[in-house]
Structure formats: C-alpha cells, structure tokens
C-alpha cells in the first residue's frame, strides 16, 4: 500500500509547475517535501491529493490510479491538513473535528454515537480534549492545527498530506505540532509533510525530497540528502551545518 507519484507532470491549466517528480508515501513513515517557497511543493501537493490533474505520469493510492477513484473513497483513505487559519465561523472545536466524518456519512448526514465517540478519541490522543467546547476562532494558532489534525483523523484514513504544518506558529508550537506527526507514523500511518526548514525535516521524517523549481533534486533517507552542499543548490543561499552534541543543524550563512 502507497501514495506514489511516478513520472509526475503537474501544474495548472495552460501552466506547468514541475515535471518527471517520483515520490512514494509508505505507511508507517513520513515523507517530508522540501524546498523553497515558490518551488511547487504545494502545486505537488495538490496534485497528489487529487485536487489537480496531472500533465502527465500518474497518482495512485495503494495500486490504483487516483483518477479513477470516486472521491469519497479518496477521502476515506487521505486526510488532508491545511495550513492553519483563523476560520470565517466560530463553530466549537468538537464540531471542526466532526467535520471529518463526513467521509464517511456524507456531507448532510446527522452524527451518530460512533461518530461522536472517534471526535472524542481523537481529541483526547492530541491532547486537546479541554478544547472541545471552545470555539475555533478563540484559540491559538497552535491549537488549532492540532484541531486540523484531529479532523483529518477523524477520516480514519491510512495517510495524512499536512501543507506546511507549522507555517506562522512560534518555536513552541512548532516543536509540539511536529511531534504529534511524528507520533502518527507510530499508528502505522503514512505521512507527506511540506516544509522550507531542513532542521524540520531532518529531525522528523523518515524519507525527504528535495523539490527546486519544479524539479526533483534528491529523494533518500535525511542522512544522505541533507548536506551543505544539496542545500544551498536548494535555496541558492550558502548554508551551513552546526554540530553540537551530535546533533546537526542548518542555519543560512
């Protein structure tokens, strides 16, 4: 079982992105994409999670092509986890994650007991359970990704795609998000995260993939892709590593 792209095409109408991209999403693991703004990471994103056509190669989701999938069943299988936001509606934390069984009672069905029992389960393995009265306008933005997260999981799906999980959040809030997606390879989940800090994908992820203008520059384990050298060619500033403790870090030189 897998979420791969293979000799991916993608873009927009009229517009291409990126070309020949191969990645593989494996359960039990977690995939980071890697690269600087502007790069197609998101555009990759989006194509994987069948939210764009491809311009050529092909998506699939444990050996079938995504094109051919119905929807529901694409939602029944990938949790997607947005970039947090402050939301429009004040609706109660509880009914955001709620939002999330729809993949499996339709967008108009009422709650029943089972659904209501899995938003509690997951509230509670994230640790937000105190929240679940609040609404989702009145918390922080670290909170509320752990919100989003809890709704992607109320899916039950088998991979979970975050785009940029902690975009905007303080170091804080940063550290405890990317535990937690740390925590789902633990389930047995397969994980695909984008990030521009190579410290979050070298400290969190299993496998990553460099993504620079449209094109894949590297794809392997953290310690052979991750280097000085890969790096600066990645975002065209030098960098440069610090090791302390035995612990590796990159900062812009």
Do not use: W
């Not at 890697?34 to 790069?39: A, E, R």
């Not at 392997?220 to 610090?242: C, E, Q």
């Amino acid at each position: 079982m897998t979420l791969a792209a293979q000799d991916l095409g993608f873009g927009y109408p009229g517009h291409s992105v990126g070309t020949n991209v191969s990645v593989t999403v494996v359960p039990g693991q977690a995939l980071a994409l890697l690269g600087p703004n502007g790069g197609g990471k998101t555009t990759l994103l989006k194509t994987m999670l069948g939210l764009l056509r491809p311009h050529a190669g092909v998506v699939s989701l444990d050996g079938q092509p995504m094109a051919n999938m119905p929807v529901g069943e694409r939602a029944r299988r990938i949790g997607y986890v947005p970039q947090a936001h402050a939301g429009a509606f004040a609706f109660a934390v509880r009914d955001v994650v709620l939002m999330g069984r729809t993949a499996h009672q339709g967008l108009f069905a009422s709650p029943t007991p089972a659904d209501r029992t899995i938003v509690e389960a997951r509230l509670a393995e994230l640790g937000i359970a105190h929240l679940a009265g609040k609404p989702y306008t009145m918390i922080s933005g670290g909170e509320r990704q752990l919100v989003l997260i809890a709704r992607a999981l109320a899916q039950e799906p088998r991979y979970v795609v975050l785009d940029e999980p902690t975009a905007s959040l303080d170091f804080g809030n940063q550290g405890k998000v990317m535990r937690q997606i740390r925590s789902l390879t633990a389930k047995g989940l397969g994980v695909l995260f984008t990030t521009h800090d190579p410290n979050q994908a070298m400290g969190y992820a299993d496998r990553v993939a460099l993504l620079g203008g449209g094109r894949l520059l590297a794809n392997g384990v953290p310690a052979d892709v991750l280097n000085v050298a890969a790096l600066s060619a990645l975002y065209g500033s030098t960098v440069r590593a610090v090791c302390q403790h035995e612990l590796t870090v990159f900062l812009p030189d």
